[in-house]
């Protein structure tokens, strides 16, 4: 008997229609639209406007249209795994309340929370899931509204973040497509360069912390770029290595979308032309859990069975991975 992979075999996404450019933050802070796109290749991004609209509210379209793509009833759903590090509330998951708006009853749900790296961590445990044979259909989920942890004021981060939504359908596979192999690492020690410092339990809400603006993503930018130049380039070349992958063979690097001189440096690691790498951070900013499955999502229509994929992220924590797997469908 062949043995069972789990494969994406539908992508959706979703970005507020709200374009925040370049040219409008130099209004709001100390920037120009010159110093965003050579530090960050970022020329504009997408912010969810309106009252009472949270991370669910952009998850639930690209849910949906998962499900039409494939065809199939949110009641076919049997898991949903939200990787996100801006949820609607504390608790319950926003998982749980995707699956009450899309009326997913018979999905069970939680959430995933690993910065940036979120929606792979997500994608590697549904997959396990799927390769247990337990499930048939299991969605993962990237999203974050990060404007609503971002400081306007602080042009360090503000300049960096959008918001958006990603989501695939995992399916069993027989055919040898599918999630193959990952990589996943983490080092706790990385969190002092970027977190959020109060509404934990070590740091809980109060008026003190509220006006001393620490409710917002922090970061040290140079040290985080150190970082994550490293990590990702190495992982990524560390799962080539270990399943004797050449450049040849990938056709796609799907990294993600936080600065154009992370997604270059991981390119060149694994000796891949630019053709070959999936760039939309002009237009998204970073979406954290979001930019992988936003690229998918971009990118479905070219896409073709068989193709080999590394997907590859950092995140804050530190977190970082990469995931390799076979395309199952002609996009």
Not at 112 to 118: D, E, I, N, P, T
Not at 234 to 253: C, F, G
Not at 295 to 310: T, Y
């Amino acid at each position: 008997m062949q043995k069972i992979t789990a494969a994406i075999t539908a992508v959706g996404g979703y970005v507020p229609d709200y374009k925040l450019t370049n040219k409008e933050l130099e209004t709001m802070v100390d920037t120009n639209d010159e110093w965003i796109r050579s530090r960050t290749g970022i020329e504009e991004r997408r912010i969810l406007k309106g009252e009472g609209l949270g991370s669910s509210d952009m998850a639930v379209p690209a849910v949906l249209e998962i499900c039409k793509k494939r065809g199939i009833d949110p009641s076919e759903i049997e898991c949903i795994i939200c990787a996100t590090v801006t949820p609607d509330m504390v608790f319950p998951a926003t998982a749980n309340i995707i699956a009450d708006k899309i009326g997913a009853v018979n999905a069970f749900g939680f959430d995933v929370s690993a910065a940036c790296s979120g929606f792979l961590f997500a994608l590697t445990t549904g997959a396990s899931f799927i390769e247990s044979g337990r499930y048939k259909k299991v969605v993962i989920v990237g999203v974050d509204k990060m404007s609503s942890i971002v400081d306007y004021s602080d042009r360090t981060t503000c300049i960096i973040f959008g918001d958006g939504a990603g989501a695939v359908l995992l399916e069993v596979n027989e055919e040898g497509n599918g999630v193959l192999d990952s990589i996943l690492k983490s080092d706790g020690s990385g969190s002092k360069y970027l977190h959020m410092k109060a509404g934990g339990s070590v740091k809980p809400a109060t008026m003190e912390s509220v006006l001393a603006k620490e409710h917002y993503a922090y970061q040290e930018g140079q040290a985080v770029f150190k970082f994550a130049v490293k990590g990702m380039a190495d992982v990524s070349y560390e799962l080539m290595q270990r399943n004797n992958l050449t450049a040849d063979d990938i056709a796609w690097l799907v990294p993600h979308q936080a600065n154009l001189r992370i997604i270059d440096a991981t390119a060149n690691r694994m000796d891949l032309p630019k053709e070959k790498v999936m760039i939309n951070i002009q237009k998204y900013g970073n979406t954290t859990a979001g930019t992988l499955p936003l690229c998918l999502w971009d990118w479905e229509s070219q896409l073709k069975k068989g193709d080999n994929i590394i997907l590859a992220a950092f995140g804050g924590g530190f977190t970082w991975g990469a995931t390799w797997l076979k395309w199952a469908y002609n996009g």
